[in-house]
Nanobody, 127 residues
Framework: VQLQAFGGGLVQAGGSLRLSCAAS????????LGWFRQGPGKERELVGS????????YYADSVKGRFTISRDNAKKMVYLQMNSLKPEDTAVYYC?????????????????????WGQGTQVTVSS
């Protein structure tokens, strides 16, 4: 599967942004999808993930209550709605996919557990 993330940009603190990730491939609905980010000088970290049909999600504590992941399997899209953005959310954001078989979303927290990656999209939050 090929992934392409887009929708990043510059936003003021407290603002919102919606990232999108378009996928190709016939088996999109069988993949667990995740959003990761990598800030300046930091390691890549999981933001959140969503199960194959979207029934289960997992979020990092740092974004819980502010970010929402959703997916549309018919359109082969995954989204990351980011609200109440903070300067510390500044990072390059990546979408990723884990092919089956896979454990539950709460166990897929490491970047090496994902098999496919899109290019990143920059999100900058100004104070």
């Amino acid at each position: 599967v090929q992934l392409q993330a887009f929708g990043g940009g510059l936003v003021q603190a407290g603002g919102s942004l919606r990232l999108s990730c378009a996928a190709s491939g016939r088996t999109f609905s069988s993949y667990v999808l995740g959003w990761f980010r990598q800030g300046p000088g930091k390691e890549r970290e999981l933001v959140g993930s969503i199960s194959q049909i979207g029934g289960r999600t997992y979020y990092a504590d740092s974004v819980k209550g502010r970010f929402t992941i959703s997916r549309d399997n018919a359109k082969k899209m995954v989204y990351l709605q980011m609200n109440s953005l903070k300067p510390e959310d500044t990072a390059v954001y990546y979408c990723a996919a884990r092919r089956p078989p896979s454990p539950g979303v709460a166990e897929l927290t490491g970047q090496y557990q994902y098999d496919y990656w899109g290019q990143g999209t920059q999100v900058t939050v100004s104070s």
